[in-house]
């Protein structure tokens, strides 16, 4: 295919040997699978600011660290150089995690360079080599439900553990390839003590894996990972191999089925908006 534009870069570095096909695009970034030094890999582009769709960053930039006071008051102005560092903040927010999750062991894509705006990552793949679909793609049995929720919830611990809590969590941003699923987008990552809601975004992160696998094992509903997960780190006690009840011991109420039923409705109606969304995202830029 014709080398996209941002590509060009990279091919001229020799970090790019061939782009082999557009993957998929959204309002945050574009996504090709490239031949990288010898190996077939992802390159994601960031779009800029202007052409993105991710709302509410005010609440994700909240604790941030930047370079310098001047950088600081160009982004609090949000003049033309603020907005670009804003830019390359919340880039290399996802390089930065990337790198550190996947040295604490959490299923994300090994990154591998970032090069002026593009991620070059590793390609999670299926069982034929090809792209891993979507964790809203993939038909579940209760006891994969089970499982894959446990990945994801032990995943979550771990990211906590050194202090990132995802942001944006769900069946949308979880692929899955043969030994489970793996965790992806994480732009909007924040710092579990810097940020004041940090406990909200966990909570949310929490709620929606158990409104999303819920759907396949009901009783995953009724169970508080969240606040559990959540005060076992504000007390130190909270560990990777930390053993969950499901439970916090702290809540103390009774099963409210319709409220469950209502919980299950909107996260299906917000599935559906959310992919409606997408695919219209992806059909407008990929074509």
């Known amino acids: 295919m014709k080398v996209p534009k941002r590509l060009e870069p990279l091919i001229q570095e020799g970090l790019v040997d ?48 930047v370079r310098n006071s001047r950088q600081a008051r160009a982004m609090a102005k949000g003049s033309r150089y603020g907005r670009q560092e ?21 299923r994300v894509p090994q990154p591998y360079h970032f090069v002026d705006g593009v991620l070059l990552m590793q390609l999670i793949t299926d069982d034929e080599g090809d792209a891993a679909p979507r964790l809203d793609d993939v038909d579940l049995s209760p006891d ?4 894959y929720h446990a990945s994801l919830i032990a995943d979550v611990v771990r990211m906590l553990c050194i202090g990132l809590v995802h942001g944006d969590l ?45 759907q396949f094992a009901p009783e995953l509903l009724t169970t508080s990972y969240a606040q559990e997960i959540w005060h076992l780190y504000e007390h130190g006690h909270l560990t990777p191999d930390v053993t969950l009840t499901g439970h916090f011991k702290g809540q103390h109420r009774t099963v409210d089925l319709d409220a469950i039923l209502n919980e299950i409705h909107e996260a299906e109606v917000e599935a559906m908006r959310r992919k409606l969304a997408f695919a219209q995202g992806e059909k407008g830029d990929v074509s």
């Open 144 to 147: 994969q439900a089970r499982v």
């Open 18 to 65: 061939e782009v082999l096909y557009a993957l998929k695009s959204g309002k945050e970034a574009a996504v090709y699978v490239v031949r990288s030094e010898g190996v077939v890999r992802c390159a994601k582009v960031y779009k800029e600011a202007k052409q993105r769709g991710f709302h509410k960053q005010a609440l994700y930039r909240e604790g941030r660290q």
């Open 170 to 214: 769900s069946e949308f941003n979880v692929l899955v390839d043969p030994q489970g699923p793996v965790i992806i987008d994480l732009p909007q990552a924040v710092d579990a003590a810097a940020n004041n809601h940090a406990s909200w975004m966990l909570a949310r992160d929490v709620n929606n894996l158990a409104a999303y696998f819920g």
């Open 86 to 106: 804003q830019e390359d903040v919340w880039q290399n927010t996802e390089v930065d995690a990337l790198y550190r999750l996947a040295a604490a062991e959490v």
